[in-house]
């Protein structure tokens, strides 16, 4: 595992406190999650959504993020969150480097957040490579091959100031797959279903459209 480092502990703390009070944030099923080889695969309403997550879980969950590489072309920005325990992904491309860190942040221990839709969807409408917002089956192929305990999370939509949001974490899930590393329809619906797991806790369906 990677130790603790001050400077992530110093902004965990500042930005948590910051947050608990523009965003207070009702956290339901945390006692559910082990404490290393998770897989958070939570849907995606707002960019507050991996502070939100990351500031819940305790200090020293060592999470890693993967986060657009948008974020990365600011040096300053870029060097922070990768402290913070974030690495780029190149959205819409098959990114090699990612994929193996990503592997690798399970098999040493760590946890991992990855958003399965790829983008921020927003009251049900967002596109992922060009169609309506689904669930890319990277998250499902990276779970299988570390085998990483798989946990649907539900992220509340709109996040307004001073308003509470809640963030649930499910019950892990179990992959069915064939093989050693499965098919790529399986990996899909692997994807798929950790996708609507997490909208169903929070009583909706995919893309945030009530049940």
Same mark, same amino acid.
């Given at each position: 595992m990677r130790p603790l480092n001050g400077f992530f502990t110093f902004v965990?703390?500042? +930005?948590?406190?910051?947050?608990?009070?523009?965003?207070p944030t009702e956290v339901i099923g945390m006692e559910k999650l082990p404490k290393s080889g998770v897989l958070l695969c939570p849907n995606h309403s707002s960019n507050w959504d991996p502070v939100l997550i990351g500031t819940k879980l305790p200090v020293n969950y060592r999470l890693h993020v993967m986060a657009k590489e948008e974020l990365f072309r600011n040096p300053v920005l870029g060097w922070i969150i990768r402290k913070l325990g974030a690495f780029? +992904?190149?959205r819409g491309s098959n990114d090699i480097s990612t994929v193996r860190t990503s592997i690798q942040a399970i098999k040493d221990g760590d946890n991992l957040l990855i958003f399965p839709e790829g983008t921020v969807v927003r009251n049900g409408v967002g596109y992922v490579d060009g169609l309506p917002a689904h669930a890319k089956a990277g998250a499902a192929m990276i779970?299988?091959?570390?085998g990483a305990t798989l946990i649907p999370v539900?992220?509340?939509?709109?996040?307004?100031?001073?308003?509470?949001?809640r963030i649930i974490f499910g019950e892990p899930y179990q992959p069915v797959y064939t093989g050693r590393h499965g098919t790529s329809e399986e990996?899909?619906?692997?994807?798929?279903?950790?996708?609507a797991a997490a909208y169903a806790l929070g009583g909706q369906a995919v893309g945030g459209k009530p049940l």
């Open positions: 965990y703390y500042v +930005v948590g406190f910051i947050v608990g009070i523009l965003h780029p +992904v190149s779970g299988v091959r570390t539900f992220m509340d939509g709109e996040k307004k100031l001073f308003r509470r949001t990996m899909q619906k692997i994807a798929d279903d950790l996708l």
